[in-house]
């Protein structure tokens, strides 16, 4: 399959099985994380793998939005490890960065055959508190991972997309 129907193909998962993920997998799900680019190689993000009993029962008090996934994977950045840009102080690279890594995590997961979910939905504030993150970095997405549910699908809006007429413009 090539990139361009990879990208196509995969869905957010919203349903997942029990089987664990292989530790070949993860391991080659996170390294393809650690090789993505950031600005200035700064790398100012981590990547939490939470999976113990205790910090799966500490995912289901900051969301609702796990889905039976083995695996969450906890994007943080931090403010005090980000690229500022000296030509305007407001525009930052932290949470554009960590979005790189966690697409380079999500595409890599689904050429191995597993089924991720970019969720938004939960507190960051509590993840911080009840996972002990350092103050300086902000968690910015959770991603569920592990293997689909045979009955798992892809949502209805899943291939309802807007004319390129409304979102690419050639200047």
């Given at each position: ?75 943080t ?59 300086t ?29 409304e ?5």
């Open positions: 399959m090539d990139f361009c129907e990879l990208a196509r193909e995969r869905y957010s998962v919203r349903k997942f099985d029990s089987r664990p993920i292989e530790d070949e997998k993860l391991q080659k799900v996170l390294e393809t994380g650690l090789i993505a680019p950031t600005a200035k190689n700064y790398q100012p993000f981590s990547i939490y793998v939470i999976r113990s009993e205790d910090a799966m029962a500490k995912i289901k008090e900051v969301t609702n939005c796990s889905y039976g996934a083995p695996i969450v994977l906890m994007f950045y931090d403010l005090a490890e980000e690229w500022l840009n000296p030509l305007d102080p407001s525009c930052t690279s932290g949470q554009q960065d960590t979005s790189i890594v966690a697409t380079h995590v999500m595409l890599q997961a689904a050429e191995l055959g597993l089924g991720t979910c970019w969720v938004n939905m939960f507190d960051p504030t509590l993840a911080a508190e009840l996972f002990d993150i350092p103050e970095e902000i968690p910015l997405l959770l991603m569920p991972i592990g293997y689909a549910a045979e009955d798992a699908a892809p949502s209805v809006n899943h291939t309802t997309k807007r004319p390129a007429e979102l690419v413009f050639y200047l």
